[in-house]
């Protein structure tokens, strides 16, 4: 892992953190030889590109969802 000092890290950020995103080694970052922070690379992106249509599937329909119910099993119809 390579270490860094904290003045040089602020001072390359944006280049340092485009070479981490592109090699996946991480950086360990330092402030007077003590480690105060390691970075790493960006986590894995969702499974799922949008909400809509992520449960495609996962959903089993039995029986007839569309036909109302029979008059005989309304409890309003029974008084």
Do not use: H, N, Q, Y
């Amino acid at each position: 892992m390579e270490t860094i000092a904290i003045s040089k890290f602020k001072a390359t950020c944006l280049s340092l953190l485009e070479r981490i995103k592109k090699t996946g080694t991480p950086l360990m970052v330092t402030k007077r030889g003590e480690p105060i922070a390691v970075v790493t690379s960006p986590p894995a992106p969702p499974k799922w590109k949008e909400p809509f249509g992520c449960m495609k599937g996962t959903i089993v329909i039995e029986g007839d969802i569309v036909s109302p119910l029979p008059e005989e099993d309304w409890e309003v119809l029974r008084s």
